[in-house]
């Protein structure tokens, strides 16, 4: 008896691997049994390995390979791409045909055994090989058929149920029912149509007999001549009547049409790709595995979103088993961490699949900022202030010298504030899926030292302020005295002038007050630095803090720290130019 998984009892891929295929030198990789959302940065091999996937499972008697098919051209080198199958029905179980090469998966380990062993999944690994000749063969790999001499592939039966159903940019193929199509998988009805769909291409050819003859006489007349003339047999008269090849007719004519009489195949490539991942729902028990690539093409992200719940991702256990690619925010909200995998390029040349999970608040990270898991690099900020801050000097960058981050490939994290160390935490595990790290937090509460330990041991690397400050300490105790005038003048038209007096006079104990600040500016005196720490301590407060969101912060690093950085204090200056050489070396 062999072991059950969540899947509802149809055919799922419990491992994949592939060599030398495309950008993939070597990869190894153990899927969800359920929906596969894979993500990563342009070029990361996602595409590669659903086209792998399709490649080896697909039901092709030809398919065409290319020097450029090869990992680095390198024909001498094989393509091997392995599947390794699981809850196989009982036609892929039975003993004459495929008795030797039955073999026993571990779910709990993922260690493959040679025999079919108690409590184990029962597996078939079939794998395509393509050498330097550039010809696909399929076989069924196992240990004691090899020691036998055996070599056979999947029937070609059993390879046509197995096949996925690939949903392309154009899912139109689809919607007629045509070899492969997901309608010949929603139930046995099959059309049988043969002699009636000959005798209307032969009904067509009559109907139309000869009248393109009168548009065409002159060149009939040429073509009879110079046939008469070369001995070529034509009659008395060649004609222009409809070709028989180009109007016979197969079962593939037959399409799904609107009761208006509309094909289907007219619909957009949205709306026909989500038919169609509906269509493949429903078929389920017949083809269970399902290929999308770039599964946002062509949908709003309220259709989207409707795809996704199509295809079980709100499900358990999952109806089929999907892998899909994607670059949308929207797709990833929507999933949660076990379905997310991200693809990485390992330093040996090795590409990895890590998925997300659940663990370390990596899944509030998934609803408030999904796109940090679409970019190569992230900052993890401590709150609101850091991420204005980060986005608003961006766009001043992006002023002076044309390159923002965001083209570099990094994003940003929001912590939400709180203790500051969620933000290494949140870091750490960020670092664990390979992705290039910065923790930037305050200074005046310091995180733990084991929290910061752990981050650094993984590769990470932070900022943050002089010591007991905060971003507004730092602000008003740095920048050059014009630059604080701004500050004061921003928190009065953001607050109330009255407000932001009470809060300076509150903070010095009387000592300091906005009218005595005004007056000493406007006799030319610079600001005292006990007024300035008195100052970035009275933005802080509590109940009405002067600055803390994401628009005020971005609009003073844009409008006032960035213009004014040339005449910064140099301790902070640095701080800031630190930021922007990791933000800009992804």
């Known amino acids: 008896m062999t072991q059950k998984n969540e899947g509802g009892g149809v055919v799922r891929i419990f491992q994949i691997d592939i060599q030398h295929f495309r950008s993939i030198q070597t990869l190894s990789w153990h899927p969800s049994l359920g929906l596969n959302c894979l993500i990563g940065p342009g070029d990361s091999g996602k595409t590669t390995i659903v086209d792998a996937v399709d490649l080896c499972l697909g039901a092709r008697r030809n398919v065409t390979f290319g020097d450029t098919d090869f990992f680095a051209l390198d024909v001498t080198q094989p393509i091997q791409i392995t599947l390794t199958l699981g809850q196989l029905p009982d036609a892929l179980k039975d003993l004459d045909a495929y008795g030797h090469y039955l073999r026993a998966f571990d779910v709990a380990t993922g260690v493959l055994h040679e025999e079919p062993q108690q409590g184990l999944e029962t597996v078939l690994t079939l794998r395509l090989t393509v050498d330097s000749e550039l010809e696909p063969a399929w076989t069924l790999v196992s240990q004691r058929a090899q020691a036998l001499g055996l070599e056979r592939n999947i029937a070609w039966k059993d390879r046509v149920a197995l096949a996925p159903a690939r949903l392309g940019t154009y899912a139109s193929s689809n919607l007629s029912w045509t070899r492969g199509s997901v309608l010949n998988r929603l139930s046995d009805d099959r059309p049988n149509l043969g002699a009636e769909l000959a005798n209307a291409a032969r009904l067509a050819r009559a109907n139309f007999g000869n009248q393109a003859g009168a548009q065409l006489a002159e060149t009939l007349q040429i073509v009879t001549a110079k046939a008469n003339a070369l001995g070529v047999p034509v009659g008395a008269q060649a004609q222009a009547l409809l070709d028989a090849h180009s109007v016979s007719i197969s079962d593939g004519a037959i399409a799904l049409h609107d009761e208006w009489g509309v094909p ?141 981050m965001l083209a570099a490939g990094t994003s940003y994290v929001n912590v939400g504030g709180g203790e500051p160390d969620r933000c290494f935490v949140r870091g750490t595990a960020l670092r664990k899926l390979g992705y290039r790290v910065l923790v930037l937090v305050d200074a005046d509460k310091p995180p733990t030292p084991a929290a910061v330990e752990a981050f650094q041991a993984m590769g990470g690397e932070w900022i943050t302020w002089r010591p007991g400050r905060a971003l507004e300490d730092e602000l008003f105790q740095s920048l050059p005295d014009v630059a604080v005038d701004q500050l004061l003048q921003r928190a009065v038209e953001w607050l109330d002038e009255e407000l932001v007096a009470a809060h300076i006079q509150t903070q010095s104990n009387g000592q300091v007050t906005l009218a005595h600040v005004r007056a000493q500016r406007q006799l030319g005196h610079a600001y005292p630095p006990d007024v300035r720490q008195t100052l970035g301590l009275a933005s802080r407060n509590r109940k009405n803090s002067w600055f803390k969101s994401v628009t005020k912060f971005e609009a003073l690093a844009k409008e006032i720290v960035g213009p004014h950085l040339p005449t910064t204090e140099a301790g902070f200056l640095a701080l800031i130019e630190r930021l922007y050489r990791w933000a800009h070396a992804a």
Do not use: M
């Open 264 to 404: 289907l195949r007219s619909l957009g490539t949205g709306s026909s790709r989500l038919l169609v991942a509906g269509l493949q729902r429903a078929a389920a028990q017949r083809a269970s595995i399902a290929l999308i690539d770039e599964v946002e093409y062509g949908l709003e992200p309220h259709r989207l979103v409707r795809l996704l719940n199509d295809l079980g991702a709100k499900e358990n256990p999952p109806p089929l088993q999907a892998f899909l690619t994607t670059h949308s925010p929207v797709a990833v909200r929507e999933l949660s961490g076990e379905q997310i995998f991200v693809v990485r390029k390992e330093p040996d040349g090795a590409y990895r699949v890590r998925v997300v999970g659940v663990d370390d608040d990596v899944q509030s990270t998934i609803r408030l900022d999904p796109e940090a898991f679409l970019a190569r690099s992230v900052i993890v900020c401590e709150g609101a202030s850091e991420v204005g801050f980060v986005r608003g000097l961006d766009q001043c960058w992006t002023q002076v010298n044309g390159r923002s």
